[in-house]
Antibody, heavy 119, light 106 residues
Framework: EVQVVESGGGLVKPGGSLRLSCVGS????????MNWVRQAPGKGLEWVAS????????YYADSVKGRFTISRDNAENSLYLQMDNLRAEDTSLYFC????????????WGQGTTVTVSS | ENVLMQSPGTLSLSPGERATLSCRAS???????LAWYQQKPGQPPRLLIH???SRATGTPDRFSGSGSGTDFTLTISRLEPEDFAVYYC???????FGPGTKVDIK
């Protein structure tokens, strides 16, 4: 079964750090670009960051640039999001997603991991 | 920045009716880069349409996408009970999502 599973969410104080992880299984992980997408409580979807299969291309939303770092370890089939200098507005459910091959879209989504930034 | 706008915000319809959802971009979008997702409460989004009109694996054929340039449409020909959900369009080139259209039961 093709799936991705996120972990690492939790409660953190403003200014703090957190590292999210995502493990992929059932597919050739290194062959796909991967993404983080977040959803604040009761709100819509916001793309956060993307990384190509070989980590050659990395992109960030303006809202997280300079504070978040996306990375991957293909040997471990894992995707990461290092989040530093967290703000209250970063409170969201964070989804790990896989890019569909050959087309444009995100065809595999995890259930998400919740990040809450509060004092 | 290419902003996506979706209308209406909420669409109230009955099962069996036709649903027409609009996604409008502030600048022209390549059709290849326009995707649609469905999200039900408590679930992650699911890719329905990519390339503006190509159904993703497992998408029922009552869902169809169309459009080009700045105007795109998702049509559900006959609403089934499981279709009541929130629908998002996405400009994949910029990764941005629209604000969503909620389709609820009238």
């Amino acid at each position: 079964e093709v799936q991705v599973v996120e972990s690492g969410g939790g409660l953190v104080k403003p200014g703090g750090s957190l590292r999210l992880s995502c493990v992929g299984s059932g597919f050739m992980f290194s062959g796909h670009s991967m993404n983080w997408v977040r959803q604040a409580p009761g709100k819509g979807l916001e793309w956060v960051a993307s990384i190509s299969g070989t980590s050659s291309y990395i992109y960030y939303a303006d809202s997280v640039k300079g504070r978040f770092t996306i990375s991957r370890d293909n040997a471990e089939n894992s995707l990461y999001l290092q989040m530093d200098n967290l703000r209250a507005e970063d409170t969201s459910l964070y989804f790990c997603t896989r890019d569909i091959l050959g087309f444009y879209g995100m065809d595999v989504w995890g259930q998400g991991t919740t990040v809450t930034v509060s004092s | 920045e290419n902003v996506l706008m979706q209308s209406p915000g909420t669409l109230s319809l009955s099962p069996g009716e036709r649903a027409t959802l609009s996604c409008r971009a502030s600048q022209s979008v390549s059709s290849r880069h326009l995707a649609w997702y469905q999200q039900k409460p408590g679930q992650p989004p699911r890719l329905l349409i990519h390339g503006a009109s190509s159904r993703a694996t497992g998408t029922p054929d009552r869902f169809s996408g169309s459009g080009s340039g700045t105007d795109f449409t998702l049509t559900i020909s006959r609403l089934e009970p499981e279709d009541f959900a929130v629908y998002y369009c996405q400009h994949y080139g910029r990764k941005t999502f629209g604000p969503g259209t909620k389709v609820d039961i009238k």
